[in-house]
């Protein structure tokens, strides 16, 4: 079997927002529409106080919330592991926004530009489907399926990888198949520490995070409950 999952460095990522960008061009987002973000908060106790820039979106659950309420049958998850949208079946409802414990969802009612009136490049990218529908990140499941028709290795070949995984300047993000156990990501998270967001819910986060440094307030736990925190006031 295959498992998509990323993988995200906290220790390297430096809170650039390449990534959001990257993320933004390659699926043409309306103004105000996030896919792939970046938090930025505190962890510690003063004076032993530092900064850590904590990428977040969907997280591709091996449960999913979302999917559970949509009355439709809009959102399904993949064999691999990747949560989609059917934007035909989608009515709209926001069910899956209400439902999902990560704020990874998004709907916008009519077409907006980032300038008022669409420029060139806005208008041919324009895509009237995903108005009035539930919208989130995908992890590019385009190029993951393009490259895979074409020979190529998601995570390892930037063809079949996320945008958001080839744009970091820092390359705190690795993307690739957690059920392989030679795969960038599953090395990874066997040589650190590593957790994931709100994983008492049992959903299953497809989304890593690496963190090994010390912590003086409870370690790893500490540090995803900040994030969660964080995640809850952005």
Known sequence: ???????????????????TASCKH????????????????????????KRAFVPVGCQHCEDPPCMHVCPTTATRKRPD???????DLCIGCAYCAVACPYQARYKTQRATFAYGKPAAHESKRHDPDRLAVATKCTFC???????LA?????????????????????????FGDLDNPDSNVSKLLASNQHFRMHEELGT???????????????????????????????
Do not use: S
Not at 81 to 87: L, M
Not at 204 to 230: C, K, M, N, S
């Open 1 to 19: 079997m295959t498992r998509w999952a990323m993988v995200a460095d906290l220790r390297r990522c430096v809170g650039c927002q390449t990534c």
């Open 26 to 49: 390659a699926n043409a987002t309306p103004p105000g529409v996030q896919w792939r973000r970046v938090l930025d908060i505190e962890v510690g106790e003063y004076p032993d106080v």
């Open 150 to 174: 074409t020979g190529k290795t998601p995570g390892v070949d930037p063809e079949a990888t996320p945008a958001c995984v080839n744009a970091c300047i820092a390359q705190a993000l690795t």
């Open 81 to 87: 592991g990747i949560v989609t949208i059917d934007y």
């Open 204 to 234: 299953g986060p497809g989304f890593h995070y690496l963190w090994d440094q010390a912590l003086p307030t409870g370690g790893i736990p500490a540090l995803a409950r900040l994030v969660e925190e964080a995640m809850d006031l952005a």
């Open 141 to 147: 499941v385009d190029r993951i399926d393009a490259g």
